[in-house]
């Protein structure tokens, strides 16, 4: 089996030690603002909308800018680094708007780095790599989700949140060092594009937009997972736990689903996510127990590791190398801008109507996801398209 070019290597690393950073962070906020704060669920959702519609904002934006200056790291040196600046904002947090700021900022970064590493990722690896390559690169990014919650949960007892939130900013100034030091590029020619259009791409890439669509409006943000294992009856010590134990699975399956995906095809393990997020979803709206809520998180990292980086490697199949950054960037943007009313409603459907309620609708959306794939999918078959 060929050897990953070195580029996936550099930007894995990078990804972990930005991890570190954000999971030491991410697992506490939820609880941060609903104990610490005294903040409702509705606001949760309101702070977590914002900033993932924020980050798929600059994900455009950022897939544009990297296309046309033809060059990556730039983009991803500014996207990295300015969330590494921003601790002191969360760390000496005091109301809901000190945390909305800090969320929003961060996203911004995020924003601009996503869609030029993802293009960076497939200039760099064969075709016929992808599912490894994005694999690898989720495996090392929740690695880092795996020490960051872990860090947390030792640092806790000693520095409180508003200390661990400080201490994050270490392993995010490293992440941007790694940059510096490993992340190398043939950059090309700069260029003016023409306007983005969504008429300019491939039916199967706007037909996975729109699957896409209908799946995000069932997303919820990770932050009202673990307030569920906190409703089963989960401290805060376990809930940290067990999101540990979940990016630890993420980060061991993602790698070897990655293999499975370049040989089962990506089409197939795309599919098989969408319906292992509604069963999950169905799950924890039927639940009631630790240890259901436990196992169905488990389940759950199970579907991001599958998912998350074949839907990655999927999409760059469809894309031109032209516009790649660009093409990438408007996908990001699409779930962002929508993940904002789905964490909304999921907020507001699990204070008026239940927890169950919100996890059966998100269950619901990503079966009608599966079944619009599925119809595509079928279609595209017949009429030869990439598998």
Do not use: C
């Not at 949760?44 to 904002?57: D, I, P, R």
């Not at 293009?119 to 960051?148: C, F, K, N, W």
């Not at 940059?179 to 983005?196: A, D, T, Y």
């Amino acid at each position: 089996m060929p050897r990953l070019p070195r580029a996936v290597y550099a930007l894995g690393w990078v990804s972990l030690l930005m991890d570190v950073a954000s999971e030491m962070v991410y697992p506490l906020l939820p609880l941060f603002m609903t104990g610490s704060l005294g903040l409702g669920k509705e606001v949760v959702g309101l702070v977590e909308g914002v900033a993932e519609a924020t980050s798929s904002l600059f994900k455009v934006a950022g897939g544009r800018i990297s296309d046309r200056i033809a060059a990556r790291k730039p983009l991803l040196l500014l996207g990295y680094g300015f969330p590494a600046l921003l601790r002191p904002i969360l760390a000496l947090a005091a109301s809901p708007w000190h945390v909305l700021a800090y969320r929003f900022l961060d996203r911004v970064g995020k924003g601009l780095r996503t869609a030029p590493r993802d293009a960076l990722l497939a200039e760099a690896t064969p075709q016929e790599q992808y599912g490894r390559a994005y694999g690898l690169h989720r495996a090392m990014d929740s690695v880092g989700a795996t020490i960051g919650p872990l860090l947390a949960f030792a640092l806790l007892p000693l520095v409180g949140f508003r200390g661990v939130f400080w201490l994050s900013a270490i392993p995010a100034g490293l992440a941007v060092l790694t940059i510096l030091l490993l992340v190398r590029e043939k950059r090309g020619i700069p260029k003016p594009l023409p306007p983005l259009r969504l008429s300019s791409f491939s039916p199967q890439y706007r037909r996975f937009l729109l699957v896409t669509g209908i799946f995000t409006l069932g997303l919820s943000s990770n932050a009202f997972l673990i307030l569920r294992l906190k409703d089963f009856g989960l401290s805060d010590a376990q809930v940290t736990l067990a999101y540990t134990g979940y990016n630890l699975l993420y980060a061991l399956a993602s790698y070897p689903l990655g293999m499975l995906a370049d040989r089962f095809g990506l089409r197939r393990m795309v599919a098989a996510g969408f319906a292992v997020y509604a069963l999950v979803y169905l799950g924890f709206g039927l639940s009631s127990q630790p240890w259901q809520g436990v196992a169905l998180f488990a389940l759950y990292a199970l579907y991001s590791a599958a998912f998350e980086g074949s839907s990655r490697a999927y999409l760059a199949t469809l894309i031109p190398p032209t516009e790649k950054a660009s093409a990438i960037g408007l996908y990001h943007t699409l779930v962002g801008l929508l993940l904002f009313p789905a964490s909304l409603l999921f907020g507001l459907l699990w204070e008026g109507l239940g927890a169950s309620h919100a996890f059966f609708f998100g269950s619901a959306m990503a079966a009608l996801a599966l079944a619009v794939f599925v119809q595509g999918s079928a279609r595209h078959t017949r009429t030869g398209g990439l598998p």
